[in-house]
T-cell receptor, first 113, second 111 residues
Framework: GAGVSQSPSNKVTEKGKDVELRCDPISGHTALYWYRQSLGQGLEFLIYFQGNSAPDKSGLPSDRFSAERTGGSVSTLTIQRTQQEDSAVYLC???????????FGQGTRLTVV | QKEVEQNSGPLSVPEGAIASLNCTYSDRVSQSFFWYRQYSGKSPELIMSIYSNGDKEDGRFTAQLNKASQYVSLLIRDSQPSDSATYLCAASSGGSYIPTFGRGTSLIVHP
């Protein structure tokens, strides 16, 4: 596709359930980022993948959060035992590699009820 | 801790005026700087990148970088109501290429 694709666009889940968010980066982009944006807040970095290197997980807020990237392309962010404070828009971005501009997907709005 | 600071605003300018948005960053080794525009309910959209000291112009937008002062700005000439959005400044360094974002400045262009 032409841009970063995320699915689902919206997700409503019950507290305590697990959720999976998907990101399909721009073809050829080796770097992939996950950010979280809560209402009225800035972008909070979560995790970064670059090629085949070990991911930078320094932004994950708790061990309930994990992410993987298969085949250097599609990434899945998993949140286990969701809590209400996990409610936010989860944004994925990709770039050609180290340094260049990152392009964002449309985001997944997660609501935990 | 790497920080990118922006005035939250709102910055209100009349249509046709120049809007000036400012950003400072704490990490002296930052090398890459970006401006994103985010409309309400939408994801950030890249509008400018700048890597060297000085000015970079693209249409009505000019990005300015001063590494000695750790300062980045974005000028929007001939502001239009459609420019009303939140503008996010981001910086990344050679050590970690992960962009760090400011909280954004809300811009309102009124007719």
């Amino acid at each position: 596709g032409a841009g970063v694709s995320q699915s689902p666009s919206n997700k409503v889940t019950e507290k305590g359930k697990d959720v999976e968010l998907r990101c399909d980066p721009i073809s050829g982009h080796t770097a992939l980022y996950w950010y979280r944006q809560s209402l009225g807040q800035g972008l909070e970095f979560l995790i970064y993948f670059q090629g085949n290197s070990a991911p930078d997980k320094s932004g994950l807020p708790s061990d309930r959060f994990s992410a993987e990237r298969t085949g250097g392309s599609v990434s899945t962010l998993t949140i286990q035992r969701t809590q209400q404070e996990d409610s936010a828009v989860y944004l994925c971005a990709s770039s050609l590699g180290l340094g260049p501009e990152a392009f964002f997907g449309q985001g997944t709005r997660l609501t935990v009820v | 801790q790497k920080e990118v600071e922006q005035n939250s605003g709102p910055l209100s300018v009349p249509e046709g005026a120049i809007a000036s948005l400012n950003c400072t960053y704490s990490d002296r080794v930052s090398q890459s700087f970006f401006w994103y525009r985010q409309y309400s309910g939408k994801s950030p959209e890249l509008i400018m990148s700048i890597y060297s000291n000085g000015d970079k112009e693209d249409g009505r937008f000019t990005a300015q970088l001063n590494k000695a002062s750790q300062y980045v700005s974005l000028l929007i000439r001939d502001s239009q109501p459609s420019d009303s959005a939140t503008y996010l400044c981001a910086a990344s360094s050679g050590g970690s290429y992960i962009p760090t974002f400011g909280r954004g400045t809300s811009l309102i262009v009124h007719p």
